[in-house]
């Protein structure tokens, strides 16, 4: 095709697969708004026995992997691949590496396209979506949390710090800390507000309550595909080879929690009572169309460990991300949800690879499945803030919602919806669904009623 050997000579990523002009047999798939045939992402499945199953979204349905390796539709690695689909995770396919997903991806790609001999093969596979139940796409072994916008790290930092909201080395490393994967949840998962000790204003001493500023965090997920070695550090210019896909990612944080206990170890409690995540996984395959150069950034300094030709050229991913709330009265009332910010991910200050290469530098090695925030996503913009401590400034410019409701940060009843997508000039959509939380009441009210200190 020479649509496709031209665009290979702008991007090394693409391939037919990426060609604007597939159309499906199946009809729900061709201008699908999320999952059309240039998406093909991956996610897990309960069945009715509740056997987890893998499984891909095209158009309005599932193909259930379990049940196309009966059809033996595949040669090659792409049969290597289809058969380590045959697990109730996506952990072994991710270990397999770029070529075998790659080479799945064109597989999967010929079999849905207009005219493929496989389509009776794949028909008898197909569940309509919303017929299934999604779960946590893999075994999630360990999670890190990236600081990776510079906007938000800027106006995070004037809240906590007026005088120096930038510390100096943000610009030389990637920001990280290393989470808690116990509690990652798949989206739709209930959000109980968090209890955690908060310094009392008047006392200044502190007590325990259910937090009184949870708020939200707007983050890309990052897949860890094939595992890295112990003690040996990955290249910027290997990194890429562990990058397996994304997903929409809500880090739920307390901001009065935060505040008490941040320093000097950084967040803690804050943090770790749940961390919802979109079930679809959309590959670094799917998203080649839409790599860009990382942003560029004045007087940045460079950083020779972690800059690389292609990282300069591609290392970026212009991913729309947008965050919707509706609160319990809006939806009693049939209000729809509305917007409270979109920005793209192609503003991040540092990429993917550089958060691979940077978390294995010391031999720190990532195995396949484990999970990388990128932090809180935020553009230069006021309208692409992706957090309400940064809209609101810590809860002091309250915001008004419809029927007069106004919020500094989250009441019980909210929910907040992220979902992301990416286009190209071309004509070329994929989404990457959503993550959607609702707040609950504080589960353990009955212990901390006490008026006094802690
Ligand atoms: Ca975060």
Not at 384 to 394: N, P
Request: aromatic share 8%; with cysteine; proline share 6%.
């Amino acid at each position: 095709m020479e649509s496709d050997t031209k665009l290979n000579k702008q991007n090394p990523f693409l391939d037919g697969t990426h060609d604007p002009s597939l159309i499906s047999w199946l009809d729900s798939a061709n201008g699908h708004p999320l999952f059309s045939i240039h998406n093909l992402p991956f996610g897990v499945f309960k069945d009715s026995d509740g056997v987890r199953k893998c499984c891909v979204a095209i158009g309005d349905y599932v193909i259930n992997l379990h049940g196309l390796w009966a059809e033996r539709p595949f040669t090659g690695q792409g049969e290597v691949g289809l058969e380590a689909l045959t697990d109730t995770s996506l952990n072994r396919f991710m270990s397999l590496g770029r070529e075998v997903s790659k080479k799945f991806r064109q597989s999967l790609s010929q079999a849905l396209t207009l005219g493929s001999d496989c389509e009776p093969l794949i028909r008898r596979a197909l569940l309509p979506m919303s017929d299934v139940s999604l779960c946590l796409p893999c075994q999630i072994g360990d999670y890190t949390d990236f600081y990776t916008s510079i906007h938000h790290a800027t106006s995070v930092g004037k809240l906590f710090r007026p005088d120096n909201p930038l510390l100096p080395n943000y610009q030389w490393l990637p920001i990280g800390y290393h989470g808690r994967a116990s509690s990652i949840h798949p989206s739709g998962t209930m959000v109980y507000r968090p209890v955690g000790q908060c310094l009392n204003p008047d006392t200044q001493t502190p007590k325990l309550k259910a937090t009184a500023k949870l708020d939200y965090e707007v983050e890309l997920g990052i897949f860890i595909g094939q595992p890295t070695r112990a003690f040996e550090a990955v290249t910027i210019e290997h990194a890429e080879e562990h990058f397996f896909g994304v997903c929409m990612l809500n880090d739920w944080s307390a901001r009065d929690i935060q505040a008490w206990e941040y320093q000097p170890l950084g967040p803690f409690l804050s943090k770790n009572f749940m961390t919802s995540i979109s079930p679809w996984v959309v590959t670094a395959e799917a998203l080649a169309p839409f790599r860009v150069p990382p942003t560029h950034y004045a007087n940045r300094p460079k950083v020779v460990t972690l800059e690389s030709n292609e990282n300069s050229a591609f290392g970026g991913i212009n991913i729309q991300m947008t965050c919707q709330i509706s609160t319990a009265q809006m939806r009693k009332n049939g209000i729809p949800a509305i917007k409270l910010s979109q920005t793209s991910f192609k503003h991040a200050f540092w990429t993917i690879n550089q958060m691979i290469s940077h978390h294995t530098q010391t031999g720190c090695n990532l195995n396949s499945g484990d999970l990388l925030g990128s932090g809180t996503q935020s553009g230069p913009n006021a309208e692409e803030a992706g957090s309400l401590i940064e809209i609101t400034r810590g809860g002091q410019e309250v915001i008004a919602l419809p029927e007069n409701e106004f919020r500094g940060f989250l009441e019980d009843g909210d929910e907040i919806e992220l979902s992301g997508f990416c286009e190209s000039e071309n004509g070329l959509r994929i989404g990457l669904g959503t993550v959607v939380g609702r707040i609950a009441p504080a589960l353990s009210s009955a212990n901390f009623s006490q008026q006094g200190g802690v």
